[in-house]
């Protein structure tokens, strides 16, 4: 098992931004496939982005494409999330997340089918 910690949340106002940051532990980061997902009270945790273990695909969520960028540094085992022009509605406790199988390229949007998780960071944006 992996393990993941994620660091960078914070509360901001409407339009400001903040960037994310997921460190993972262990040799084996680089051959799988990441994603951030967020999870507001009360509701589930949804989807927001995703790298591949090649990084040769990014998926978005609708909500957040266009404003947020997600990249990954194999040297340093870290994973980011660029957040820019953030909403009230992106308030969240934000999540990295570790795909259960390596060498994927495929787009991943099921929190089901990942198998580690960090700890969360709070993102809180006030309008």
């Known amino acids: 098992q992996v393990q993941l910690v994620e660091s960078g949340g914070g509360s901001v106002q409407a339009g400001g931004s903040l960037r994310l940051s997921c460190a993972a532990s262990?040799?084996?980061?680089?051959?799988?496939?990441m994603g951030w997902f967020r999870q507001a009270p009360g509701k589930e945790r949804e989807f927001v982005a995703s790298i591949t273990w090649s990084t040769s695909n990014i998926y978005y969520a609708d909500s957040v494409k266009g404003r947020f960028t997600i990249s990954r540094d194999k040297a340093k085992n870290t994973m980011y999330l660029q957040m820019n022009s953030l909403k009230p509605e992106d308030t969240a406790v934000y999540y990295c997340?570790?795909?259960?199988?390596?060498?994927?390229?495929?787009?991943?949007?099921?929190?089901?089918?990942?198998?580690?998780w960090g700890q969360g960071t709070q993102v809180t944006v006030s309008s």
């Open positions: 997340g570790r795909f259960k199988n390596d060498y994927s390229d495929d787009r991943r949007v099921n929190p089901k089918e990942y198998d580690s």
């Open positions: 262990g040799r084996t980061f680089s051959a799988y496939a």
